[in-house]
């Protein structure tokens, strides 16, 4: 089992970090209070650059290479945002990027990666031939693989969001975070644990890809048969890097239905005017299911990204 | 011709609202500074109560009514924010809103009115067949009419954003306004005159509702002959409490094309992640379209609105 990172740890990404991210601000909503009961807070990480809390992550894993590492460059396998973030890390440290991507990923996902100037391997959809393809081309270039959830300090990077939240409201009495491949279920499970004052983590799952909350209770990484959701960044699965972690300092999971996902979404659009992609929604959808639990709480819910298909919405 | 307001009628109108509406934050986006070779300040009344500025007027006017007028009631014609926001503004101050909409009127806002407690008489879609049904159904009544644009003390309470703005970014050298019926455009350019330093407003007009454009080079009220635009909040025109404001404040008006209006405001969803109605994409087109003028300029573009039905988008 990995070491759990230390907080002198979180202390060093937050400093290497600040004056590279956006501090993303925190919105509230009386509409969302009304409809949960609760005193609800958003952590807007679909304002920070590139559109998701992922270029914290990307960004401080570069910034621990060596030189020796740098200057052939990295690769990491990914059809969604890390593939976006760690294009625009690299290029702005000047390194190289070479991100597999399957050949059916969507158009504009490939376009936003190479404008941030990362070089796309297409290759077949299932995880596992992305795998096998990054490995070969790593060994071929002599790249440095950076995994997209399971890297220590992409868990850290990620964990800097958490750690401004519970600096803005100190207050909270709980943060809800989605868990996809539990980089930053992770990251907000650590910050919380070493910086919030009597708060807990909870974590937030589609019913569809809900291998987090089975990984939990069957204290052992559990994987999806099935990936059937509208949340495309929760469909991955926890690692070695990040499951003891939130096994330690998440408190439970609460897992949603594929609906509740959807209006809660266009109901963030159309309340908030502010766009998030279904992963995000899951976190306030899971606080509006279970809300008896959330009763007159200080809630911190963390819109974890806003990069969505405007061609190919779900409502 | 109407007395302009004075300095001290704006100074009453911002101390009247400021607890009863949202101080709107002020983003910023590297993209757009990018695309413009402009520095610029987005003010986010997109954010605003009901999503958009127009709280602000109705509010306002609604605060000035006497005992004698409150007790019967208010009445409007309007087929989009307006309705909203005086029937909110209404519901606040337990007054009761009439409200003139066209039949043919979008569904999701004739839902909106009615949850914010607005009473709606369906009618033709001309406005002059909303203006003769808005003026019988007062007379009969006894309610008071309170116009959208084309009422002192609306013009003062919208002007209460600008105020906000230039106080928020005091060194701005211009602020875009997009101009409908007059009731920003005006409210803008008086809270720039009094309290800008050398900042000047510039309004903004599609070419397929450019009224106001033709109302400031002929020197006298102009209409629309057809409003085929997809900006709906500006298809109205100016009156004789706003134009003599507009006239004597407003620098110009830039006009843009459909297409530019679309293309800006899919580009502000994509970019800023934030939800904004056509007429608030075309203040950014604007500078986008005549970028020589704004080379190195700091430039308020005031986002007036986030009203849209995700249903039915035009792009």
């Known amino acids: 089992m990995q070491r759990i990172p230390e907080k002198y740890e979180l202390e060093k990404a937050y400093k290497s970090l600040k004056s590279h991210v956006h501090l993303t601000p925190v919105l509230t909503s009386n509409y969302f209070n009304r409809c949960s009961g609760a005193t609800l807070f958003f952590k807007c990480e679909n304002f920070q650059r590139m559109g998701a809390f992922k270029i914290r992550g990307a960004l401080y894993a ?14 990491t396998h990914s059809s969604g945002n890390f593939a976006q973030a760690l294009s625009l890390a690299a290029s702005m440290m000047g390194i190289s990027a070479h991100i597999v991507m399957p050949h059916n990923a969507p158009e504009v996902k490939k376009a ?17 031939t992305r795998e096998k393809e990054a490995e070969r081309i790593r060994i071929e270039k002599g790249l440095t693989f950076i995994h997209p959830s399971n890297n220590r300090n992409v868990i850290l990077g990620n964990a800097t969001a958490a750690m401004e939240f519970v600096h803005q409201k100190s207050d909270l009495d709980y943060v809800i975070v989605p868990v996809g491949g539990g980089g930053l279920a992770a990251g907000t499970a ?48 926890l690692g070695d890097e990040n499951f003891p ?4 300092y998440m408190l439970k999971i609460i897992r949603v239905e594929e609906k509740e996902i959807i209006d809660t979404m266009k109901n963030i659009w159309e309340r908030m005017k502010i766009i998030v992609e279904p992963s995000s929604a899951v976190a306030l959808a899971a606080v509006l299911r279970e809300k008896s639990q959330f009763q007159n709480k200080k809630v911190g819910v963390i819109l974890s990204g806003g990069n969505v298909d405007l061609k190919n919405l779900p409502f």
């Open 245 to 248: 972690i939130i096994k330690k």
């Open 112 to 128: 936003a990666v190479r404008e941030y100037g990362g070089i796309i391997y297409e290759t077949g959809s299932t995880s596992l």
């Open 190 to 237: 650590l910050a919380v644990a070493y910086y919030g004052k009597n708060c807990q983590t909870i974590g937030s799952e589609p019913f569809e890809a809900d291998d987090a909350y089975r990984s939990l209770l069957w204290n052992k990484i559990e994987y999806n048969k099935t990936t059937n959701t509208v949340a495309d960044g929760l469909r991955t699965f």
């Open 62 to 75: 570069l910034m621990q290479l060596d030189k020796h590492q740098r200057t052939p460059g990295v690769i």
